[in-house]
Every structure is written in structure tokens, then in C-alpha cells.
């Protein structure tokens, strides 16, 4: 079972919890990447995608692929490091080379979440406004391309609660945020590796106030001081998605988001 592990952004100090997600391998076993505990997160400031792949075991077949690095954006400061993962014939597994431990999802699944009439349909089910919704684990798609950005933040917001997910057709431009629209729900995908900035934030606002609907963003490098600060003023949910299509919250909207659910 994949553990939640601390990790301490270089930046702000803050410790950051990460839990490895699961990989699907070609034979079909899920597994995790072993971390390299001796090894202290790198500041990610340029992402070169050539770079951004490490190589590890299946522990169920010995096959050895290519994997994203995992990635963690600080909640405190928005920083993105770069984790370690110990090298193919270094990680845990004896003379056959590392093995990528088998992955089980924690009992309960993922607790991501809502408000308005998700709180009041969980105070019909016995639960507080404040307990997360139940969800089986969310299931990302790994970020090899635009695309899979923005499918990925599309299958989030589904699992989220939120119906009736539409992206543009054809593919994404790669140096332009992607819309994703839902009945209420306003959400821009930047799949570009700059961090986003005041104007995309003030942008998606503007959108979700012109279709009286709450606006998201979704960027793969993170986001300015400026833009973080913008969004927690407008309430504005701000989520990273690093290269194993994960979205993790950055702010308090976001987190509230994520409780409460769409």
C-alpha cells in the first residue's frame, strides 16, 4: 500500500504530504515509484518533458518502463519540486532490480468534495456539511501531451460531481488554456510549462461571471505569487496537475471544492 510521505518545500518550509499514485503497467498490476528518501525535492523551474521520465520495475512481471517523475506543488507558497525515485537496480527488490511496490488504495478511497445542495443532500445522508462525499480512488491520466492535461482535469471534475463535462473539440494549442465547461461550472486547463498568471486568472473570472457559474483553473506549471493571491481574493480554485494527471489544490477554495465536491 502506497504510504502518504512528508515532504518539505525548500521555498517556504512548509511540509506537504505526497502520496505516489498508481501506475498501470502493461501486464496489468498497478504500482507506485520507490522514492528516494535520501535524496531533497528539487525546485522545478523549467520543465523540459524530455527529462520529466524515470525509469523503475514492475514488481509483478520485472518489465521496466518509463514513468512521470512524481511532482508536488507546495500549498503554502505554490513551489513545484520534483521528487527522487531510486534507480532501476538501487530500489528495494534484491539483485532483480527495483521493484515498483504493489499498490492498494487506502480503505475509503480518495476524500475529495461540495457545498449548496451537495451539503444539504450529505445532511440528508447523516453527514456535516463539512465531511468529504464518498468516492471510489479518482484515476488520473498520465500527461504525455496537451491533450491528456485537459482530459485529465475533465475526468477529475467528473469525479468530482460535476455532469456533463465538454472540452473543444480537436486537439489543444499548446500555448493557450483549454476551456472545460460544465451546468455551472467555468474551467480553464493550461497545459503550458509557464506558470499562469494574473491575467489567466482574472480571465477565467470574468468567463464565470459572464455565464453565472463558478470558475476553476488547472495548470500544469503552477502560478504566480500575483495569480494565487488574485484567485484566494475572487475565491477562485486553484489546482496543479503534475505528470501523473493528478490534481492537487492549491488554495482554500480548492480545498473546499474538493470536500464538498460539484
Request: charged content about 15%.
Amino acid at each position: 500500500m502506497a504510504e502518504a510521505v512528508p515532504v518539505r518545500c525548500p521555498e517556504c518550509l512548509r511540509e506537504n504530504g505526497y502520496t505516489a499514485p498508481a501506475f498501470p503497467c502493461a501486464c496489468g498490476a498497478p504500482a507506485v515509484l520507490p522514492l528516494d528518501p535520501s535524496a531533497p525535492p528539487a525546485v522545478l523551474t523549467h520543465r523540459n518533458w524530455s527529462e520529466a521520465w524515470v525509469r523503475a520495475r514492475c514488481a509483478a512481471c520485472g518489465r521496466v518502463g518509463e514513468w512521470p517523475q512524481p511532482e508536488v506543488g507546495c500549498g503554502s507558497c505554490g513551489t513545484v519540486v520534483r521528487l527522487a525515485v531510486l534507480p532501476v537496480d538501487a530500489s528495494p527488490g534484491g539483485a532483480a532490480g527495483g521493484a515498483a511496490q504493489a499498490y492498494r488504495p487506502p480503505p475509503g478511497g480518495a476524500a475529495h468534495g461540495s457545498s449548496g445542495a451537495r451539503a444539504a443532500a450529505a445532511a440528508a445522508a447523516g453527514r456535516g456539511p463539512g465531511v468529504p462525499v464518498p468516492r471510489a480512488p479518482f484515476r488520473p491520466v498520465t500527461i504525455r501531451t496537451a491533450r491528456d492535461a485537459v482530459a485529465s482535469a475533465a475526468l477529475y471534475l467528473r469525479w468530482l460531481g460535476f455532469r456533463d463535462v465538454r472540452s473543444p473539440e480537436g486537439p489543444p494549442v499548446p500555448s493557450a488554456a483549454v476551456d472545460l465547461r460544465a451546468p455551472g461550472l467555468v474551467a480553464q486547463v493550461d497545459p503550458t510549462t509557464a506558470p499562469a498568471g494574473l491575467r489567466a486568472v482574472e480571465c477565467v473570472w470574468l468567463n464565470g461571471l459572464a455565464a453565472s457559474a463558478s470558475a476553476v483553473y488547472f495548470a500544469l506549471a503552477g502560478y504566480t505569487q500575483e495569480a494565487r493571491s488574485r484567485a484566494d481574493a475572487l475565491g477562485i480554485p486553484l489546482f496543479i496537475m503534475d505528470l501523473t494527471g493528478m490534481p492537487q489544490p492549491l488554495n482554500e477554495a480548492a480545498e473546499a471544492l474538493v470536500t464538498a465536491g460539484g
